[in-house]
């Protein structure tokens, strides 16, 4: 019987790597418009910044 890793990962949980996959999709990087207000670029920049330090922090890591 073979297993494959994708079936896993029910059992094993995400791993750090697919979060950081799925955080991209959720917070990409910003291209703010003029007509936003600054309270919105400033939380969606802090949301990016955390996805940001993951991969440095993954990088270093390696």
């Known amino acids: 019987m073979s297993t494959f890793p994708n079936t896993l990962e029910p059992l094993l949980g995400p791993t750090v790597e697919s979060i950081l996959h799925e955080l991209e999709d959720i917070h990409p990087p910003l291209n703010p418009t003029p007509d936003e207000s600054m309270e919105k670029i ?14 440095t ?3 270093e890591d390696e």
């Open 42 to 55: 400033m939380y969606r920049s802090g949301q990016r910044s955390v996805v940001e330090w993951i991969k």
């Open 57 to 59: 922090r993954i990088n």
